[in-house]
């Protein structure tokens, strides 16, 4: 019962107010938002409303004990048990703080950013963006954020145009997504000139409040080319290093991928179309090794091929922080790398079916083709005459 004089209500005292009927798995899910960090202050006060007047405390008693107007608490009170959780966070029309700027304003920052650049610029900026439109930076940041963009970043593509595109990108996602029975299917390429790079200075530990610091030059100490197969299935990965990137170095790797995988199981390489892989000699030694079937991607599409997904891996946990004084320093953290992810394989699984991947290009074709026409067409080979 509310605890007020009687004369507040004209001599009649007021009626006591039920315990609000709370379900354990609602109140389970109001205290999990009470701890949490994120949950707006408004939310958390009609949840704190809502578990008081559930425990069966008055009105007047919730009020005073949160400091709020007792109208509140039966407002809070009823709307919960009419609409239950929903009702905590919803936002009743016309409440909130109005926005600054209208849409119009909205839309001329949007298409400024989209449509144009500073001039002698390649990009905008926050402020050169404010500055121009007459608002805060922190508003054009705001307004970038809420339509995703980001004209500070770019990152890098290259559409094939290769004349046999969709037949050898049928070819390998079908190797991914349906293999061959009884068959084996590596990933085979080389990442060449690996530099074994040393820092000038020793670089300074990670610790609290700082980040792990090199120096931003450095010492060129030689090469070295890693020839890689990558076994779809389980992750594992074959390497040897070469100091050169000839087909002499490929016939050796592909000899030691026999020896890694015995047997008469036919193994199914994944290649691009670099020289060395079509060399008269490479031909002649897999026309003695029927077991080796190749199946290459479409220029410009190195991509497709999963042994570069691993690559990254190499370059990002061991190679691009790391200090070598010589090559065989480099080549025995390569080979320390290899070891230790053998220990725990990680198979790289490809999702992307045929037709969404030509759906991409497509829409990525007509955007180059509108920038510049005939810049996705098949490139042609020049003849012989032309070319004499």
């Known amino acids: 019962m509310d605890n007020l004089s009687g004369s507040a209500y004209g001599g009649i005292m007021p009626a006591a107010v039920p315990a609000l009927s709370l379900s354990v798995t ?30 069966g405390q008055s009105d007047s008693a ?37 926005a600054t700027y209208d849409g119009a304003k909205i839309k001329a920052i949007v298409d ?13 900026s926050c402020r050169r963006m404010a500055a121009r439109q007459g608002v805060s930076k922190s508003t054009v940041s705001t307004i970038w954020r809420s339509h995703h963009l980001q004209p500070h970043r770019v990152t890098r593509f290259k559409l094939s145009r290769d004349p046999h595109f969709l037949e050898k990108l049928t070819d390998v996602v079908g190797l991914y997504l349906n293999p061959p029975q009884q068959a084996l299917v590596l990933c085979v390429d ?22 792990g610091t090199m120096t931003h030059d450095y010492k ?40 890694e ?18 060399h008269p000699t490479v031909r002649a030694w897999l026309a003695r090794h029927p077991r080796f079937v190749l199946h290459f991607v479409p220029t410009s599409s190195s991509w497709l091929n999963l042994i570069e997904r691993w690559f990254g891996e190499l370059t990002g946990k061991r190679v691009r922080r790391g200090s070598f004084a010589n090559v065989d320093e480099l080549q025995q953290a390569i ?50 005459a032309l070319s004499s």
């Open 26 to 55: 609602d109140r389970d899910q109001i205290e999990r938002w009470l701890c949490a960090q994120n949950t707006p202050q408004q939310v958390a006060l009609r949840s704190r409303i809502v578990l008081a007047a559930a425990a």
């Open 62 to 98: 919730i009020a005073a004990d949160l400091a709020i107007n007792r109208k509140t608490v039966m407002l809070w009170r009823a709307r919960f048990a009419a609409q239950g959780l929903t009702s905590l966070w919803a936002i009743a029309p016309g409440r909130g703080r109005k």
């Open 112 to 124: 400024t950013t989209l449509q144009t650049r500073p001039e002698g610029m390649t990009h905008w």
């Open 190 to 211: 080389e990442k060449s000139q690996i530099q074994a790079l040393d820092r000038t200075q020793p670089g300074l530990p990670l610790k609290k409040g700082r980040c």
């Open 220 to 259: 060129r100490n030689g090469t070295t080319t890693l020839f890689a197969a990558l076994e779809v299935l389980e992750g594992r990965v074959v390497g040897q290093c070469y100091e050169r990137h000839r087909h002499q170095e490929f016939v050796k790797f592909l000899r030691t991928l026999e020896h």
């Open 261 to 278: 995988f015995p047997g008469t199981v036919p193994l199914h390489l994944v290649l691009d179309n670099y020289g060395t892989h079509t």
């Open 335 to 384: 080979q320390e790398f290899l070891a230790a992810w053998n220990e725990h394989p990680k198979p790289f699984v490809w999702t992307a079916t045929v037709q969404r991947i030509q759906e991409k290009l497509a829409r990525c074709r007509q955007t180059l083709e509108q920038i510049q026409p005939g810049s996705t067409q098949p490139r042609r080979r020049r003849s012989n």
